[in-house]
């Protein structure tokens, strides 16, 4: 099974970066590393996919170093709202969820 | 992106009981996913339900606690069987996402999950 390991949970102040940084030893070489947004009584949410070097989309950025065995969610400018669960997952056979990172944003 | 509904919400049910949830998605899919989240945890994959087959259980999950259906190709129900208070968690469906790179059971859209308290 896919393991991953992050921090348990991270606090932050509203207008601060948050880098939320997820370690995967055993990922393949045909992996993509996926992070999920989870915001109490809902259903994971899709926030980045890459698969090497950097990804950034409206919400975030993505980090890979070139062994892949590490990825860093960056998250610019948190607000109140970015208060939730942040999940790194990988596998290409079954999407295996690791303990996750809460992030709590402070005003 | 795919809209996913689940019925019901959330229910109260009596130990020894059986509730069947629903899981509606507004287009065809091929792969559906069932997951379990327990309160303040991860989120656990119970099975996996692709169309015209049998459901794949994960470790730890049997048919008979869990039976599931896949009718069609926008459609899934998951039974929780003969329900005990340890049975009180989150349960969530999902879709795989074909329109990213990763894989399709990479990137999946969730449901907004059932809430089942066993008393």
């Known amino acids: 099974l896919a393991k991953t390991t992050q921090p348990i949970s991270m606090d932050s102040y509203e207008g601060q970066e948050v880098n939320i940084t997820c370690s995967h030893n055993?990922?393949?070489?045909?992996?993509?590393i996926t992070w999920y947004q989870q915001f109490p009584s809902q259903g994971p949410r899709f926030i980045i996919q890459?698969?090497?070097t950097k990804v950034t989309n409206e919400v975030a950025s993505l980090f890979i170093p070139a062994d892949r065995k590490s990825s860093t969610l960056s998250l610019p400018r948190v607000s109140l709202s970015d208060t939730a669960v942040y999940y790194c997952?990988?596998?290409?056979?079954?999407?295996?969820f690791g303990t996750g990172t809460r992030l709590q944003v402070f005003p | 992106s795919a809209v996913i509904s689940q019925k019901p919400s959330r229910d109260i049910c009596q130990r020894g009981t059986s509730l069947t949830i629903q899981c509606q998605v507004d287009?065809?899919?091929?792969?559906m996913f069932w997951y379990r989240q327990q309160p303040g945890q991860s989120l656990t994959l119970i099975a996996t339900?692709?169309?015209?087959?049998?459901?794949?259980?994960e470790s730890g999950f049997v048919i008979d606690k869990f039976p599931i259906s896949r009718p069609n190709l926008t459609f899934s129900t998951l039974t929780v069987s003969n329900m005990s208070p340890e049975d009180s968690s989150i349960y969530l469906c999902?879709?795989?996402?074909?329109?990213?790179?990763?894989?399709?059971?990479?990137?999946?859209?969730f449901g907004p999950g059932t809430r089942l308290t066993v008393l």
């Open positions: 999902s879709v795989e996402d074909l329109s990213l790179a990763g894989g399709s059971t990479d990137t999946q859209y």
């Open positions: 055993n990922i393949a070489t045909n992996d993509y």
């Open positions: 890459g698969y090497k």
């Open positions: 997952t990988y596998n290409t056979d079954k999407l295996i």
């Open positions: 287009s065809q899919v091929t792969m």
């Open positions: 339900a692709n169309q015209g087959s049998e459901a794949t259980y």
